[in-house]
């Protein structure tokens, strides 16, 4: 009977790219060299940085005041606060990753002020849920930042509440988070 060792000579972890995870033991190809746990594991080991609970404010948004005026906190304090959470997070917020989805936001402003109906920019802005699911189920972004866009989505709906509510707001953490996010 032929050796068996030639055949599987090569197969075991460390060849090909493959490592074995230190959480569960299973083979798997790290994105890095330096990864030592597989994706589930990951997943399972990840806990939001918050312990679980939401670090935004019960019945985040209200945007306005009486009058109809965007409350100050939503381009100050709130704002900050949000853009520090995401400075903090896991897996860490890139620029990139924030401009991509605030780059959308504003093609939907400018669809919006060009006479573009509401209802189609609705469309459009709803897309950002499941777009940002699916970052976060992935680990390209943060629970915190997928619960923002989803609270912020579902309150952008009529044109003031997307315009001065969002979009204002949006930009406040944008701009907060050019100091709290480094980039890799």
């Known amino acids: 009977m032929p050796d068996m060792k030639g055949p599987t000579k090569g197969s075991g972890p460390g060849n090909r790219g493959e ?26 080991d990840r806990t939001p940085s918050s312990g679980g609970r939401s670090t935004l404010p019960p019945g985040y948004p209200d945007y306005f005041e009486a009058g109809h005026v965007l409350k100050p906190e939503y381009v100050t304090s709130l704002a900050e606060d949000i ?12 620029m990139h990753q924030l401009r991509a989805f605030y780059g959308h936001v504003k093609r939907q402003e400018n669809a919006l002020r060009n006479h573009r109906p509401f209802n189609e920019v609705l469309v459009e802005i709803s897309k950002l849920k499941p777009i940002a699911s699916e970052r976060a189920s992935k680990a390209k972004i943060p629970d915190c ?40």
């Open 19 to 44: 490592a074995m995870c230190k959480g569960c033991g299973k083979i798997f190809t790290p994105r890095e060299p330096h990864h030592r746990l597989c994706p589930d594991c990951i997943r399972k």
């Open 83 to 94: 853009a520090r959470e995401l400075g903090q997070a896991w897996p860490k917020m890139t």
């Open 145 to 184: 930042f997928r619960e923002f866009i989803d609270r912020n989505v579902d309150k952008s709906k009529n044109e003031d509440a997307f315009l001065f509510g969002f979009v204002e707001h949006f930009q406040a953490v944008v701009a907060y988070c050019a100091g709290t996010i480094r980039e890799r």
